[in-house]
């Protein structure tokens, strides 16, 4: 089945350490995002990438990276330098031509401990 | 003020109502008007997306778009327990790349 796989579900982070988010699409999308979700907001972009070997920030890009090196995998890095990392972090992708996210990961869900 | 403003909820409707749902927006440079559905812990789900004005229909489900007015709706007829979820409007511009602005979402309850 073709979709979008978001690895871990769950992720605990001590104060002062970067994790890698995992996000995997076999739907041959060009187009790749990141969101975060808090709470009460909509959905904030992080990061996205239109082709592989680019991407570009969105909103809320600070104390994030990312990286776009095959056209299938879009992983997200929340590093030490971002104050407030606990929230919802969602991947998703759209194929050329589609000006929407098309399809969404199920998320994982980032908490500070 | 938000590009982007969406009644939170809760709406709580008996199975069988007829669910309006509605967003207004500030920027009218918005051409491509989105639904979302989102069950709690999961990622959305792309329900209707339409582009400019006028009126869209899916099964029970109807987007419209009023842009002179800013405001856009999704109506969901013979509404279903299974419907009970939060959805999300989004909009995006067709220049100045790929920025989709998303409500807060709605929070809906279809009581059986």
């Known amino acids: 089945d073709g979709g979008i796989t978001q690895s871990p579900k769950y992720l605990f982070r001590k104060e002062g350490q970067n994790v890698t988010l995992s996000c995997e699409q076999n739907?041959?999308?060009?187009?790749m995002y990141w969101y975060r979700q808090d709470p009460g907001q909509g959905l904030r972009l992080i990061y996205y990438s239109q082709i592989v070997n680019d991407f570009q920030k969105g909103d809320i890009a600070e104390g994030y990276s990312v990286s776009r090196e095959k056209k299938e995998s879009f992983p997200l890095t929340v590093t030490s330098a971002q104050k407030n990392p606990t929230a919802f972090y969602l991947c998703a992708s759209s194929p050329a031509g589609l000006n929407t996210e098309a399809f969404f990961g199920q998320g994982t869900r980032l908490t500070v401990v | 003020q938000k590009e982007v403003e969406q009644d939170p909820g809760p709406l709580s409707v008996p199975e069988g109502a007829i669910v309006s749902l509605n967003c207004t927006y500030s920027?009218?440079?918005?051409?491509?008007f989105m639904w979302y559905r989102q069950y709690s812990r999961k990622g959305p789900e792309l329900l209707m997306y339409?582009?400019?004005?006028g009126n869209k229909e899916d099964g029970r489900f109807t987007a419209q778009v009023d842009k002179s007015s800013k405001y856009i709706s999704l109506f969901i007829r013979d509404s279903q327990p299974s419907d009970s979820a939060t959805y999300l409007c989004?909009?995006?511009?067709?220049?100045?790349?790929?920025?989709?602005?998303f409500g807060a979402g709605t929070r809906l309850f279809v009581k059986a």
């Open positions: 920027n009218s440079a918005f051409q491509y």
């Open positions: 739907l041959n999308h060009d187009a």
């Open positions: 989004a909009m995006r511009q067709n220049t100045g790349g790929f920025k989709t602005i």
């Open positions: 339409t582009y400019s004005s």
